[in-house]
Structures are given as C-alpha cells and as structure tokens.
C-alpha cells in the first residue's frame, strides 16, 4: 500500500539555471517512450491538461516530466524578462538533463511553439509530437501584427503593453524584448524539416489561435502530420471530452513507440 502511494506521487525537483536561476519540476519516472508536458504562454504544470497527462503516464508506466518555464509558476524568474530564446532553452535543459531516450513532447499554445524548436534541436531524442492550439509564431503573427497603433507605441516607447487577459484578473505585460527576440524563431515562412509523427488538436471556437493559423503549420509540416478540430472546442480544450480526446491521440502516438 505504502509503494503504491509513492508510485502515486511524481518527483518534485530544482533544476539549477544560469544566473542562479531554477526551474521547478515535477518527474514520473517510468518506461520509454517518455511524455515531456511544455505547458503555455503564462500558464504553470499543475493545469488540467497537464494532471490528465500525469494520469495516463501512471496508469501506463510511461516516463513523464512537467516543469515551469522562467517566470512561471513555482520556477524562478521575473514574467516580465521572460523570452522565447529563454523558455526554449528551458525547455531543452530539462529534456537533456531530466529525461532519457526517445520522448513525445506535448505543448499547449507556446508550448507548441517550443516543442517545435525542440525537435528541430534534438531531432533524435524526439519519437513524436502532440501540439494542443498550437501558437506558432504567435509573438509576431498573433500579437504583433494585431495590435492597435497605440499598443504598438506603448510597446516601442515604453518597453511594455499591458494585454488584457481572459484567463486572469490581472492583464499579461507584452515587453517589446519579447516580441523583437521572437522574431528570431519564426517558423511558418518557409518548410518545417520535422520528420516524426505530429498530431495536432485544435479547437475551431479558439479566440486566440485561430483554427486557420494551425492549418497554416499543417502546410509546412511534413507528411505525417494530422489535425483533428473541435468545431466548439476554445483555447483551453480543458473539457472532459476535449481531455478524452487528448488522451486517445497521444495514447495511440505511444502504442507503436512502446
């Protein structure tokens, strides 16, 4: 009883950054293929997507991590200095010093983004992708190009624009460091050389990734890409369907990799 519970209960860790920075984990040790969770813009490790990912690696005896970038959540880090550059490099030292072997990354919304780049930078530790609402070059093509004229000049002259949010009381700082160091991960202008399985969920209600801007990665990804919509699916595919469906779509991306 008392191993069951432990086995219940994953690993929290530190994992020292530059700078004396930390990213707070959370590890599941178990079998490969591994399940490395790269959550969103704002968001933390311990949301619903993330918890019913934690349920089927236990339930499976699949490996899994999940972990808060710099300035997020429990990790380390003011949001505000937080840019892509930085959250990619987290994420690929966690998935070069947490996890061994082949690996299935999952991001949500930027962290779809991310998972992206990580394949491209660690093509043989990657067995396969699943991208939630995935917010590809979403500094440029989702925020950038929509601001108004006034943000954009709040953004240039002061540093900053505050962008009201849906998902919290408190509106998201949008500094213009992020937005000019996205710009140097851009993906969508030309062919995307990933070459494992990518499965995409997205929803067609989504107010922040339009269902059209994750056609658009479809086209630039190789020939074992799939995207299934959810005609009333939002962002968050947090339902307990939309979770059912993402937990039948990586379970069946794991099943030939076992």
């Excluded at 086995?7 to 929290?12: G, K, N, T, V, Y």
């Excluded at 999952?106 to 992206?116: D, I, K, N």
């Excluded at 992708?129 to 917010?135: G, R």
Aim: hydrophobic share 45%; proline share 6%; glycine share 10%.
């Amino acid at each position: 009883m008392g191993y069951a519970f432990e086995m219940a209960i994953p690993e929290s860790g530190i994992l020292a950054r530059e700078g004396g920075a930390h990213i707070a984990y959370l590890k599941r040790a178990g079998r490969t293929p591994g399940i490395v969770w790269l959550g969103g813009f704002k968001s933390d490790m311990t949301g619903t997507k993330a918890s019913a990912l934690d349920a089927l690696a236990l339930d499976t005896g699949h490996a899994f991590v999940r972990f808060d970038y710099f300035g997020h959540g429990a990790s380390s880090g003011n949001f505000r200095e937080g840019t892509v550059t930085r959250w990619l490099g987290d994420a690929l030292e966690v998935l070069d010093k947490l996890t061994d072997g082949p690996q299935v990354l999952v991001g949500s919304s930027m962290g779809g983004w991310l998972a992206l780049h990580a394949a491209l930078a660690r093509p043989k530790r990657i067995a396969a992708l699943l991208l939630i609402a995935p917010a590809t070059d979403f500094t440029e093509r989702l925020l950038w190009e929509s601001l108004s004229a006034d943000a954009r000049r709040q953004i240039l002259e002061t540093g900053e624009w505050l962008r009201p949010s849906a998902y919290d009381l408190e509106p998201y700082p949008i500094s213009r460091g992020l937005i000019e160091d996205g710009r140097k991960h851009l993906l969508l202008d030309k062919p995307i050389a990933i070459a494992c399985p990518i499965r995409i969920v997205q929803g067609m209600m989504d107010p922040d990734v339009p269902w059209q801007h994750a056609m658009k990665l479809v086209e630039a990804l190789g020939p074992d890409t799939q995207i299934t919509l959810v005609k009333d699916g939002d962002h968050r595919l947090s339902s307990p369907r939309e979770l059912a469906l993402i937990v039948q779509i990586l379970s069946a991306l794991l099943a030939p990799l076992a």
